[in-house]
């Protein structure tokens, strides 16, 4: 248990809150009509129908909430996460850690409105030079409605966990540090090319910063 959980049993009632989102049915992908371009023999030109097409929706759960689940339980946040070693797709996206990099840019990126919830007074100033240009608000108010936009995208975000994150311990984790991990440059074609069969990206991440301490 790590210090993020106040006792035993917040961190018991974070492991269940976590076993149920996952095995629930909003974890499962949904499709959901939209509209679409249908090209026919009666259209062979195409035409635009509203509700002629389906659309994939994800489920709730997303490679940032594995991340976040791996920090809180004092995990290294990669564990779960596999790197890409095909080399057709190593050649359409170069990243051998591209899952992680995308996971972890959208939590970091997650982590900001958190951190606009408890923005000090004095760092507030842009908010308000921005409001005084386009909105008629007050400059309390202004603030006030961009706290609580935040808060809400953040509450969104941790809704998976059952109330057992809140926003003030998402706020007090740091911010996730990765690199990219190339196949063709740098540090990433060095563990390419070395031919290591690693079992899963958090071995792959272990060697680049072994790699890393004997380079500096």
Same mark, same amino acid.
């Given at each position: 248990?790590?210090? *993020?959980?106040?006792?035993?049993?917040h961190?018991? $009632?974070?492991?269940q809150?976590?076993?149920?989102?996952? $095995?629930?049915?909003?974890?499962?992908?949904?499709?959901?009509?939209?509209?679409?371009w249908?090209?026919?023999?009666?259209?062979?030109?195409?035409?635009?129908?509203e509700?002629? +097409?389906?659309?994939?929706?994800?489920?709730?759960?997303?490679?940032s909430?594995?991340?976040l689940? $791996?920090?809180?339980?004092g995990?290294?946040?990669?564990?779960?996460?596999?790197?890409?070693? $095909?080399?057709?797709k190593?050649? =359409?996206?170069?990243?051998?850690n591209?899952g992680? @990099?995308?996971?972890?840019?959208?939590? =970091?990126?997650?982590?900001? *409105?958190?951190?606009?919830?408890?923005?000090?007074?004095?760092? @507030?100033?842009?908010?308000?030079?921005?409001?005084?240009?386009?909105?008629?608000?007050?400059?309390?108010?202004?603030?006030?409605? @961009?706290?609580?936009?935040?808060r809400?995208?953040?509450?969104?975000?941790?809704?998976?966990? +059952?109330?057992?994150?809140?926003?003030e311990?998402?706020?007090?984790?740091?911010?996730v540090?990765y690199?990219?991990?190339?196949?063709?440059?740098?540090?990433?074609?060095?563990i *390419?090319?070395?031919?290591?069969?690693?079992k899963?990206?958090?071995?792959?991440m272990?060697?680049?910063?072994?790699?890393?301490?004997?380079?500096?």
């Open positions: 248990m790590t210090t *993020y959980f106040e006792n035993k049993e961190y018991l $009632n974070f492991r809150a976590w076993a149920d989102a996952v $095995n629930s049915e909003k974890a499962k992908p949904t499709f959901q009509t939209c509209g679409a249908i090209v026919n023999d009666e259209h062979p030109h195409g035409h635009y129908v509700d002629g +097409g389906r659309m994939k929706v994800r489920g709730w759960i997303t490679g909430h594995v991340i689940y $791996n920090i809180l339980r995990k290294h946040p990669a564990s779960g996460f596999m790197h890409t070693t $095909n080399k057709t190593l050649i =359409n996206s170069s990243f051998m591209l992680f @990099q995308q996971a972890a840019w959208h939590l =970091n990126w997650t982590k900001t *409105y958190a951190e606009k919830c408890f923005m000090p007074k004095e760092e @507030q100033q842009s908010w308000i030079q921005r409001m005084l240009k386009f909105n008629h608000k007050s400059p309390d108010d202004y603030v006030q409605d @961009q706290i609580n936009s935040s809400h995208l953040v509450e969104k975000f941790l809704e998976p966990f +059952g109330g057992t994150v809140t926003v311990m998402f706020h007090s984790i740091p911010k540090e690199e990219d991990l190339w196949y063709d440059y740098g540090i990433g074609k060095k *390419y090319d070395s031919g290591i069969k690693f899963n990206l958090t071995e792959m272990e060697y680049a910063d072994k790699l890393k301490a004997e380079a500096a």
